[in-house]
């Protein structure tokens, strides 16, 4: 068991849940309410100094009472020690604070979270997907409920893609500055100014009298 | 992507040439027009996944693509012939993929390299096209997993014998068909069945 639990155990008392050890790793459960708190202190502390994130992810499992888990993956990069973090969350409500203010690398990884399994992170200063595209409208592909092949029908998925911007991929922020270095043309100029982030042509169905 | 090609893509020489019927003169020009874009077609690599490896072995010396006229990679999409989509195409890149091949000056042909270009593959997923087909219109499909480059050179071979069966009499060869109302290039339907599971992926449901 990493001596980490022990101190937050100390630290934070009731905030801490279980702990135990998996694989030779150890993991800690956190109340979700606070817990950009816990990893602030896990980060900043002296003799803790988990000053890497690695990863932070989510675990769905197939029992539906079971909540789902935002996973958080330290690493102390000056004493060499891993630390597993989980927090818990009600899957009717997927909420919990964002870590950007700690580590600006979790940027990304709360964006996947959120675009694969519907995580909202309070605070992101950014939160859109990010590897589907931004008007994907099928869900979170990483839920259990979410069907292999997509809610859609093929054609729809098709022609929903194909109306997707290509450009739109890109945030309001890397479009102001090339903007402000005279590199944006003309049409993505208009487009920076109404703030649109690709339109998806809605279907016309006067062929064949459907 | 919204662009109106209309009438615009054929220029007046094809309208008088489409006009004929095939005679000596035609048989000739076409014999000459053909010999010409089979020796020189420039191939826009469009390389997402490990068939792009086995396309850059097929570029490489060994096999060397350039025997064939392919003497130069066409980075740009307006100074290519044939599009060659070499692994699977995600959902994300399709329009990307659209764009390109509307970008690409006509005379122009598609080759899909491989199973997941040409049906999906083992991706029977939310994220993938099930086949390019459905995005562009496709003149040789290359199976494998990946194809070796044998293979690959074998459909590009195919695409010269194609080509040299086209003939200018026939106008609609060279006409630009963007996508209609729907959004789509092929009627919805169509596109769904297209996309129809088989082999193994029939075994899952569309909710497993």
Redesign the interface.
């Known amino acids: 068991m990493n001596p980490s639990v022990d101190a937050l155990r100390r630290e934070f008392g009731p905030l801490i849940g279980r702990a135990l050890v998996s694989c030779g790793d150890t993991i800690v459960y956190l109340d979700a309410g606070r817990v950009a708190e816990v990893l602030r202190w896990l980060k900043e502390t002296p003799g803790q100094q988990y000053n890497y994130l690695v990863d932070v992810t989510a675990v769905e499992y197939r029992d539906p009472e079971r909540p789902l888990e935002v996973v958080y993956e330290l690493f102390s990069l000056e004493r060499r020690a891993p630390l597993r973090v989980k927090a818990e969350l009600a899957k009717d409500r997927l909420e919990i604070d964002s870590v950007v203010p700690i580590w600006a690398g979790a940027n990304w990884l709360e964006r996947e979270v959120y675009d694969m399994f519907g995580v909202s992170f309070r605070g992101h200063p950014d939160l859109r997907r990010i590897?589907?595209?931004e008007t994907y409208a099928?869900g979170h592909?990483l839920r259990k409920d979410?069907?292999?092949?997509?809610r859609f029908?093929?054609?729809?998925?098709?022609?929903?893609?194909?109306?997707?911007?290509?450009e739109a991929h890109y945030s309001m922020d890397e479009l102001s500055i090339a903007d402000a270095y005279h590199e944006l043309p003309e049409d993505m100029r208009e487009r920076l100014a109404r703030g649109e982030r690709g339109v998806i042509?809605e279907?016309?169905r006067?062929?064949g009298g459907e | 992507m919204g662009v109106s090609l209309g009438h615009a893509a054929q220029g007046p020489g094809t309208q008088v040439l489409s006009s004929l019927s095939p005679n000596w003169m035609t048989t000739k020009l076409d014999f000459l027009v053909n010999w010409a874009r089979t020796s020189s077609l420039w191939p826009m690599p469009f390389g997402t996944a490990c068939c792009a490896i086995e396309f850059m072995a097929t570029a490489a010396s060994r096999f060397d693509m350039a025997r064939f006229g392919m003497e130069r990679m066409a980075f740009s999409p307006r100074q290519s012939d044939v599009l060659i989509c070499a692994g699977r195409l995600p959902f994300k890149l399709a329009p990307v993929i659209r764009r390109i091949y509307d970008q690409m000056t006509q005379p122009k042909w598609v080759i899909s390299m491989g199973a997941c270009a040409s049906t999906g593959g083992i991706f029977d997923n939310y994220a993938m096209v099930q086949g390019i087909d459905t995005v562009v219109p496709v003149d040789v499909y290359v199976p494998g997993c990946p194809p070796r480059p044998e293979g690959l050179l074998y459909g590009i071979l195919l695409l010269h014998k194609k080509i040299r069966g086209e003939t200018v009499v026939d106008g609609s060869l060279r006409q630009e068909r963007p996508l209609d109302q729907t959004g789509l290039r092929l009627p919805p339907d169509v596109v769904d069945e297209l996309s129809e599971p088989f082999g193994n992926s029939i075994h899952q449901t569309r909710s497993a």
Not at chain 1, 146 to 150: C, I, K, M, T, V
Not at chain 1, 153 to 166: C, D, H, I
């Open positions: 590897l589907m595209w099928e592909p979410f069907p292999l092949r997509g029908s093929r054609a729809e998925q098709v022609r929903q893609a194909l109306g997707a911007n290509p042509p279907p016309q006067e062929r």
